[in-house]
């Protein structure tokens, strides 16, 4: 019987005839038997094999190396070592893939981030970055209990989109004309005969669709790949990421405020309950300081904070800033994480926006110059979610998609949905990879994507 690394590790007891297949990551040789350690991927731990000369398969022993991946068959038994309750007993090992010691990069001993990043494909096999793909997948299971758990629907928004939901023309071009053509060489291209008849991009967010079915269903998320084609290479930026937006009917901003909230402390206590092992290892070995961190993100409610006091604030702040501080332009990575970690030492949601920096769907307020937008900003990250309550009024909206310059037919679609029985509705996105970031205290977000697109990479 087949059973897995952490499976064996928490056995009530021992068992016999079992078979473990995994990968090795040491191996000592003494006179007349080896010590195998090997992991699968299911924990972080590994588990001892003993093998002792003369069993099946020993003969492959001088072949089986670091990296080398094994099926070893025997009894898990009591392990008289210290470390580990259990150790696997082998009556038989076998060789299903060599791994050339003289060439075979990881070693036992750690790697530098730059140099894994190098070798994508094979840093899920470390202690840090199988941990890191663990926390992940618990992660995502966690997003979709969480909404379920709430009652709102899961729903898939499209990946091509015509329309531009942010305004800011960061956008992946898709098409299936053959650029390199000769008709197409020093000549305007006309999309109208391209595969769907006009421009078309990789979505920067599912959020427009979103509120379509939003407006049918009542409450509903989304839950996936998003793009854009910013020419960044900060710690904070990829060209693909994953994005969770929820959108709720007959809301407004605050309920979305609350929603945001209530999530990042249930998916941080979830990581913390069901990752235990992989969450100690961010704390011991990744970033001292992030245990502390979160049980603040616990306990106490986050600050909510006007846009305009927030500028006050740093205006007045005994710290020079790189970017300047004014009324009216964007707050910057350096401003969101002095008003978090600095001033207030908490989670902060600035929210009240001046209406132009922000997209065209957002609610204008009465005071006519803010819209009811806001940005969680965490410790650690800075901002990691953007949400705001939605322009339910048709005619305001169609100012604002003529303020952004952008084409109302375009977006008939959506302006149906303020003329057929319009409703207050309000949501968010929250990005994927930077909730991981808070929760593993990872710096760069490169190392909780295990493949990430960035300007002039596209490897692996």
């Not at 059973?3 to 191996?27: F, Y």
């Not at 094979?122 to 202690?127: D, E, K, V």
């Not at 998320?221 to 937006?245: C, D, L, Q």
């Not at 990005?431 to 493949?451: K, P, Q, W, Y």
Request: with cysteine; proline share 5%.
């Amino acid at each position: 019987m087949r059973i897995r690394v952490n499976q064996a590790l928490s056995s009530a007891g021992p068992q016999d005839n079992i078979t473990v297949k995994g990968w090795i990551r040491t191996k000592r040789q003494s006179k007349g038997f080896s010590f195998l350690e090997i992991n699968d991927g299911s924990c972080l731990k590994n588990l001892q094999a003993v093998v002792d000369e003369g069993v099946s398969g020993y003969e492959k022993m001088e072949a089986i190396n670091t990296g080398a991946s094994v099926a070893v068959t025997g009894d898990l038994v009591a392990s008289p070592g210290m470390g580990q309750a259990w150790e696997l007993k082998a009556n038989e090992i076998a060789l299903i893939g060599p791994a050339d010691p003289g060439t075979y990069p990881l070693q036992k001993k750690r790697h530098s981030d730059e140099f894994l990043r190098s070798i994508a494909h094979l840093r899920p096999r470390t202690n840090k970055y199988g941990a890191m793909n663990r926390i992940r997948s618990e992660m995502s299971y966690a997003v979709h209990s969480y909404f379920h758990g709430l009652g709102f629907n899961y729903i898939q928004t499209p990946i091509i989109t015509g329309s531009d939901c942010e305004g800011a023309g960061e956008m992946f071009l898709v098409t299936a004309l053959d650029l390199d053509h000769e008709a197409c060489k020093g000549k305007k291209i006309s999309f109208e005969h391209d595969f769907f008849g006009k421009r078309a991009h990789l979505t920067v967010s599912g959020q427009l669709s979103a509120e379509n079915l939003a407006c049918a269903l009542g409450e509903v998320y989304t839950f996936g790949p998003t793009f854009r084609a910013e020419n960044s290479n900060t710690p904070k930026h990829v060209a693909e990421f994953w994005m969770i937006e929820p959108e709720m009917a007959f809301a407004d901003l605050g309920d979305s405020m609350n929603l945001a909230e209530d999530m990042i402390k249930k998916m941080i206590s979830r990581a913390r309950f069901n990752c235990p092992d992989d969450m100690e290892l961010f704390a011991r070995f990744v970033d001292k300081e992030l245990q502390s961190r979160l049980d603040n993100i616990l306990d106490k409610p986050f600050v909510r904070l006007p846009y305009a006091q927030a500028v006050t604030i740093l205006q007045k702040a005994a710290r020079k800033f790189e970017f300047p501080v004014e009324y009216g332009l964007d707050l910057q990575t350096e401003h969101e994480r002095f008003l978090c970690e600095t001033y207030f030492k908490s989670p902060v949601i600035l929210h009240d926006y001046p209406k132009s920096i922000k997209p065209f769907y957002m609610r204008v307020n009465d005071d006519s110059e803010t819209v009811a937008a806001m940005d969680v900003l965490v410790p650690g990250v800075g901002e990691l979610v953007g949400g705001s309550q939605r322009e339910e009024r048709l005619d305001v909206l169609e100012s604002r998609i003529e303020e952004a310059g952008l084409n109302s037919k375009d977006y008939w679609w959506y302006l149906d949905l303020r003329r057929f029985g319009t409703v207050p509705h309000s949501g968010f996105g929250l990005g994927f990879e930077r909730l991981l970031m808070l929760i593993t205290g990872a710096s760069n977000i490169r190392d909780v994507i295990m493949f990430p697109r960035t300007p002039n990479s596209l490897e692996f």
